[in-house]
């Protein structure tokens, strides 16, 4: 299954990361900065680069 997860570099989602590593599922971060994790940067307050991430 691939995922999206918004907020993987929070409290939360770094767990929801480290579960999904362990697991065969692929997932990208949905994220406002660059990271080492395969992710997708968007301005959350910017429609347009909302709907390219999807």
């Known amino acids: ?6 907020g993987g570099t929070g409290f ?3 767990y929801v990361v480290e ?3 362990k697991s ?4 990208t971060l949905l994220t406002r900065k660059k ?3 395969p992710h997708v940067v ?3 307050f910017d429609e347009e ?4 991430s999807f």
């Open 1 to 6: 299954m691939k995922v999206l997860v918004a």
């Open 12 to 14: 939360v989602g770094k």
């Open 19 to 21: 579960a999904l590593e």
């Open 24 to 27: 065969t599922h692929s997932y």
């Open 35 to 37: 990271v080492s994790k």
């Open 42 to 44: 968007v301005d959350f």
């Open 49 to 52: 680069s909302l709907k390219k």
